[in-house]
């Protein structure tokens, strides 16, 4: 079977994105996509976007990790597949609704940011206490806090992040079994007001990724509930620069971004 596919980088995030509205693939092909995302035997990327039809809405997004494993929801994924749609469907807008396996979601073309992601997921804010993660895993953070921005998130403010070892205690976190299905872990520290710096070890992935979405929006609603700050924050990852928007009460929350089309190809299985 010859499959077309799209690679898409979304600030170092990178994803496979496949026209599946005929559903010629299927999600469940756990060996295929593993092996797809392989970087020296495959294509090569964090996962894989599927976009398919939805009865109520411009289309449907299924996230495939690196690991074959599909999961709820990928902030980055979803702008990208956004870019994608935005090329292969037959109706252009400046926005799309979509649905991904838990919600619902908005993304639509921004002139300063490339594309602008409602996020519309936002729940278990501290459900769980991390301080006995700092405490028996020596991380070393001023505070941290847990909540699921469309998946779990731990986030943890450090210091020296760029020296930070980020796969070492990413993984101890994401494996933790204080969380039933894993989690994300993020570590941050504030550069200057309303700017961050994050780095993110993810689960699926299982290593640091040059940028993960969903993290990105997570560390940034912990910082503004940590300082206080209002409205936007700018955050630099390893892969470039994301911006989230937000209200007071973060029942709107805006994840912002550039997204670039690396190549396009085909595949045989």
Request: include cysteine.
């Given at each position: 079977?010859?499959?077309?596919?799209?690679?898409?980088?979304?600030?170092?995030?990178?994803?496979?994105?496949?026209?599946n509205r005929e559903g010629f693939v299927k999600a469940e092909d756990k060996k295929l996509w593993h092996k797809l995302?392989?970087?020296?035997?495959?294509?090569?990327?964090?996962?894989?976007?599927?976009?398919?039809?939805?009865?109520?809405?411009?289309?449907?997004?299924?996230?495939?990790?690196?690991?074959?494993?599909?999961?709820?929801?990928?902030?980055?994924?979803?702008?990208?597949?956004?870019?994608?749609?935005?090329?292969?469907?037959?109706?252009?807008?400046?926005?799309?609704?979509?649905?991904t396996m838990n919600g619902v979601y908005e993304c639509e073309t921004d002139p300063v940011h490339g594309f602008?992601?409602?996020?519309?997921?936002?729940?278990?804010?501290?459900?769980?206490?991390?301080?006995?993660?700092?405490?028996?895993?020596?991380?070393?953070?001023?505070?941290?806090?847990?909540?699921?921005?469309?998946?779990?998130?731990?986030?943890?403010?450090?210091?020296?992040?760029?020296?930070?070892?980020?796969?070492?205690?990413?993984?101890?976190?994401?494996?933790?079994?204080?969380?039933?299905?894993?989690?994300?872990?993020?570590?941050?520290?504030?550069?200057?007001?309303?700017?961050?710096?994050?780095?993110?070890?993810?689960?699926?992935?299982?290593?640091?990724?040059?940028?993960?979405?969903?993290?990105?929006?997570?560390?940034?609603?912990?910082?503004?509930?940590?300082?206080?700050?209002?409205?936007?924050?700018?955050?630099?990852?390893?892969?470039?620069?994301?911006?989230?928007?937000?209200?007071?009460?973060?029942?709107?929350?805006?994840?912002?971004?550039?997204?670039?089309?690396?190549?396009?190809?085909?595949?045989?299985?």
């Amino acid at each position: 079977m010859k499959i077309n596919f799209v690679k898409i980088n979304a600030t170092g995030n990178d994803f496979i994105v496949i026209d599946n509205r005929e559903g010629f693939v299927k999600a469940e092909d756990k060996k295929l996509w593993h092996k797809l995302c392989q970087l020296k035997t495959g294509i090569g990327a964090d996962g894989v976007l599927l976009l398919e039809k939805s009865s109520q809405h411009d289309f449907k997004m299924r996230y495939i990790n690196a690991d074959g494993g599909e999961v709820e929801m990928c902030g980055n994924g979803a702008r990208a597949i956004t870019a994608f749609a935005h090329d292969v469907l037959p109706a252009k807008k400046d926005k799309y609704k979509f649905e991904t396996m838990n919600g619902v979601y908005e993304c639509e073309t921004d002139p300063v940011h490339g594309f602008r992601l409602r996020m519309t997921e936002l729940y278990d804010v501290e459900k769980f206490n991390l301080q006995s993660l700092v405490t028996s895993l020596g991380l070393n953070s001023k505070s941290s806090m847990y909540m699921n921005t469309g998946v779990p998130h731990c986030v943890f403010e450090v210091s020296h992040l760029l020296e930070y070892p980020i796969f070492e205690k990413g993984k101890s976190v994401r494996y933790n079994s204080m969380f039933e299905k894993g989690t994300n872990a993020n570590f941050f520290e504030a550069t200057s007001p309303n700017h961050l710096r994050v780095r993110t070890y993810e689960r699926g992935v299982e290593n640091e990724t040059l940028s993960c979405g969903t993290g990105v929006t997570a560390t940034a609603i912990a910082a503004a509930k940590l300082y206080g700050w209002k409205n936007e924050i700018l955050l630099e990852t390893l892969g470039g620069r994301l911006a989230v928007q937000f209200n007071s009460d973060f029942s709107v929350v805006y994840l912002c971004g550039k997204v670039e089309k690396v190549f396009s190809g085909i595949v045989e299985n």
